[in-house]
RNA sequence: GCGGCCGUCGUCUAGCCUGGAUUAGGACGCCGGCCUUCCACGCCGGCAAUCCCGGGUUCAAAUCCCGGCGGCCGCACCA
């Protein structure tokens, strides 16, 4: 054990011990992966989240909103988005020494096939027919079962109406995207943001808060037109400088990170979208926030068998810390089109958005055509019905349906291609539909957690002291009686709860020495330590004492109120509160 | 899931190997009181562990055995 490992170990346990988070249902034995977060815990969360909407949503609210949608999900939502079928794995178990393997790696690996795709009795077929043992006891297989991350539940008292819980909140905002797109007035680009919960079935989550089952995304889907890619935002960030792993460093196995600019990087086409580019630079600007220098972050980014199966190019956002070295924060994907088109083609919605062009132009476009007299020899009656269904569906969509399967099933009913007509014709467009692209930056809140900890965790003259950014620590002020004795608890007292009244979170601690609490003051990262003296009788002052430099200033108690809101917001100095003491 | 190590007051730990004299001890913490004019001061008193859960062996189990749950490490897994 060295002393790396110890830091985790040490922020666990003041964790534990002072309420930051502790493990859920321990008096059950506890869950693995599963936390509780307390007081100080909860707060702490919630003043990232609001860091997190200061630098992702408030900052761009006129082109990025945030909704809520919810954790339960219909069987329909993943069957689209591809999570049923990428969020599965064919595990098989050996009999004998009850190891588990992946069905179809096995299988590929001992048949030299593809199998994927294939049902689960369809690959015990195989091991069966093949006659496959376990690759380390020789021991027999037995049957196939899928494995799939999803949480499952039913929705309502009849089973087979079975939903999940969200691996992501990325699909709520697709689901939702035209009502929002509507909402917002129909203007692009769009971002929708969401701040949830998501449950993964982790098969085995060590790592306490770092791998959890349960935990909060912080995420934005941003919605652009994949012909007007450009970020007017640029200029902003163009010059930050973002350390880069690429995909083509990786391979040949380069560890350290380049130091790029992001114009640089987009130049150098490491970074394949602009907005990507912007939202990776919000990101790094976003962490520092919450006390993670630049040179402790690092964007990787992810080979293609490493990405997820909507991604077409993702940079994790790494953070190093102590016993795990650098753990992914978040993940920045390029979605493009894939969701959208996905739930256009498994709804038969339609989610396209549409562009007025400045000059109307001429348009090469295939259209479907009904040969209405063919469809009324064959159908008879039934043709108008199937007329009106035709006329009332998405011609674009039936096209393509058309295309892929040689025929069209509408109003019950199954029209061959032949009675069908495709003509080319060029056509004079005042604008077109199109599905939008996707750029996702999506950040994992207890992570971040974790890591502002870590970050924080400093130990001065042997004590523990959280160096907290001010405006993230859970406890912005400690109001102390010098002693614990009137007329200066009063008078303490009275201050205290004027402070309650500006809105900060404050405590009153009386007991044991002042030192003392200084020190519990200190350990749990609150900024400022407002002592009152015998002085604070004469002339209406008091002190306030900086956590991280121990040095304090006198203030007239009135300023005070008026004075640590705006200290705590980073508007003042330490040394602009106050007169210093000597 | 597999293998290794581990699980005692809120926290850190002594005791476990070599079952019984410990009412399961200590330190820190926390609470109350005294003291105290600025960095975990001191003193007094108190709170706090059916020794992770369940079963077995035994006259007797924190201690030995089995199972479960949980933790850490390695393997696998991590869209």
Not at 373 to 387: M, T, W
Not at 444 to 454: F, H, P
Request: charged share 30%; proline share 5%.
């Amino acid at each position: 054990m060295n002393k790396r490992e110890d830091l985790y170990e040490k922020i666990v346990e003041l964790a534990v011990r002072r309420g930051f988070f502790w493990q859920s249902y321990e008096i059950y034995g506890g869950v693995a992966g599963l936390v509780d977060l307390g007081p100080l815990g909860a707060v702490l969360k919630r003043n990232i989240e609001e860091k997190w909407r200061e630098w992702f949503i408030i900052r761009h609210q006129d082109f990025i909103v945030e909704i809520e949608t919810p954790m339960i999900t219909p069987r329909a939502v993943f069957e689209a988005s591809g999570h049923l079928e990428h969020f599965t794995d064919p595990i098989v178990e050996c009999r004998r020494c009850g190891r588990k393997f992946r069905a179809d790696h096995l299988v590929e690996e001992k048949t030299g096939t593809t199998v994927e795709g294939l049902k689960p009795y369809e690959l015990t077929k195989i091991i069966k027919e093949n006659d496959i043992k376990c690759p380390i006891c020789n021991g027999n297989l037995g049957e196939v079962r899928e494995f799939s991350l999803l949480f499952q539940t039913t929705i309502g008292p009849y089973s087979e109406n079975v939903g999940f819980l969200r691996p992501e909140a990325a699909q709520g905002m697709f689901t939702s995207f035209k009502r929002v797109y509507e909402a917002m007035r129909g203007k692009l680009p769009l971002g929708i943001g969401q701040i949830g919960r998501v449950g993964r079935n982790e098969i085995s989550p060590r790592q306490g808060v770092i791998r959890l089952r349960e935990f909060t995304i912080m995420e934005v889907e941003f919605f652009f037109d994949p012909e007007e890619p450009s970020c007017p935002l640029l200029p902003e960030v163009e010059n930050d400088e973002i350390r880069l792993i690429s995909g083509d460093m990786k391979k040949a196995k380069t560890k350290e990170p380049i130091v790029v600019t992001v114009r640089e990087g987009l130049k150098k086409k490491l970074i394949v979208n602009e907005w990507l580019a912007y939202f990776l630079a919000i990101g790094q600007k976003f962490v520092k926030d919450l006390g993670i220098p630049l040179e402790k972050q690092v964007f990787e980014e992810k080979l293609p068998y490493e990405r997820a199966h909507y991604s077409t190019q993702t940079f994790d956002q790494l953070v190093k810390v102590s016993r795990w070295g650098w753990i992914e924060v978040a993940g920045h994907s390029y979605r493009g089109r894939y969701d959208l088109s996905r739930h256009i083609a498994y709804s038969r919605k339609d989610l396209t958005v549409y562009r007025q062009f400045r000059e109307p132009r001429l348009v090469r476009i295939e259209e479907l055509e009904v040969d209405a007299e063919k469809l009324k020899e064959f159908y008879g009656e039934n043709s108008a019905k199937i007329l009106r269904a035709i006329s009332e569906s998405d011609k674009n969509i039936l096209l393509k349906e058309l295309e892929s399967k040689g025929y069209l099933s509408i109003a019950g009913f199954r029209i061959p291609k032949e009675l069908f007509k495709v003509k080319v014709v060029e056509r004079e467009m005042k604008g077109k539909r199109f599905i939008p692209h996707v750029v996702e930056p999506s950040y994992g809140a207890e992570r971040l957690l974790y890591a502002t900890l870590e970050y924080a965790y400093t130990i001065k003259e042997g004590r523990v002291i959280l160096k907290l950014p001010k405006d993230i620590a859970p406890i912005s002020v400690a109001v102390l009686p010098l002693v614990n004795r009137e007329p200066l608890v009063n008078l303490a007292r009275k201050i205290y709860d004027n402070l309650k009244l500006t809105k900060l979170r404050a405590i009153y601690d009386s007991s044991g020495s002042i030192g003392r609490r200084y020190a519990r003051s200190d350990e749990i990262g609150i900024p400022l330590a407002l002592t009152v003296d015998y002085r604070s009788l004469e002339n209406n002052t008091v002190t306030l004492r900086d956590r991280d430099t121990w040095r304090q200033v006198r203030i007239k108690i009135e300023e005070a109120y008026k004075k640590i809101p705006l200290y705590i917001k980073g508007e003042l100095t330490f040394e602009q509160l106050g007169t210093p003491v000597s």
